[in-house]
């Protein structure tokens, strides 16, 4: 299963081959203004590296994140620099704020809903000032899209349990 993952992703064996998700963020991209801080998300870190490249072509600046790095330089590079794109490996870990991006974009994503929902979340926290927009890329007919509907379904039962537990407490 991990490697179907990885082929929708645009991944085999470790390396990144772009395609038509990449082409379709690289396409977004142009659409925005050039001085809107961005959030990409990726699994893989070929992925990460591969969209870096991919954007940096494209002539904006741009930063990576993993998971297991310590990631305060990139971040404060990043915030400093209007338009900046922040590429991050979406298993790094909790805790880190990007309320200065309005937009947070999925190439792929994890495959537990906390995750996926803590990934949003990294724009639309207490700070942000601005309405948000969250972007995924999804193959249809795929493994990525049954992973793509499997999370949205769980952050709904997520978001009923939270809704109900407010009901009751008011």
Same mark, same amino acid.
């Given at each position: 299963?991990? !490697?179907?993952?990885?082929? /929708?992703?645009?991944?085999?064996?470790?390396?990144?081959?772009g395609g038509p998700k990449l082409e379709a963020l690289l396409a977004w991209l142009r659409t925005i203004e050039r001085d809107e801080r961005?959030?990409?998300f990726a @699994?893989? !870190?070929a992925e990460?590296?591969?969209?870096?490249q991919a954007v940096r072509a494209e002539g904006r600046e741009t930063w990576r994140v993993y998971g297991? &790095? %310590? #990631? /305060? &330089?990139?971040?404060?590079? @990043? !915030?400093k620099q209007a338009g900046g794109v922040l590429v991050?490996?979406?298993?790094?870990?909790?805790? @880190?704020?990007? #309320?200065?991006?309005?937009?947070v974009v999925f190439h792929s994503r994890p495959f537990t809903a906390s995750t996926y929902h803590q990934d949003e979340r990294r724009v639309r926290r207490?700070?942000? #000032?601005? &309405? #948000?927009e969250v972007i995924d890329f999804v193959v249809n007919n795929t493994v990525d899209a049954k992973?793509?509907? %499997?999370? !949205?379904?769980?952050? &709904?039962?997520i978001d009923l349990v939270r809704d109900l537990t407010l009901q009751k407490s008011k």
């Open positions: 299963a991990q !490697r179907l993952y990885q082929i /929708a992703y645009g991944c085999v064996f470790d390396n990144f081959l961005v959030v990409i @699994w893989y !870190r990460v590296d591969g969209i870096a297991g &790095e %310590d #990631t /305060a &330089e990139a971040l404060i590079s @990043w !915030r991050v490996q979406a298993a790094m870990g909790y805790g @880190w704020p990007a #309320t200065e991006a309005k937009y207490p700070g942000q #000032t601005r &309405e #948000t992973i793509y509907d %499997d999370l !949205r379904e769980e952050k &709904e039962f």
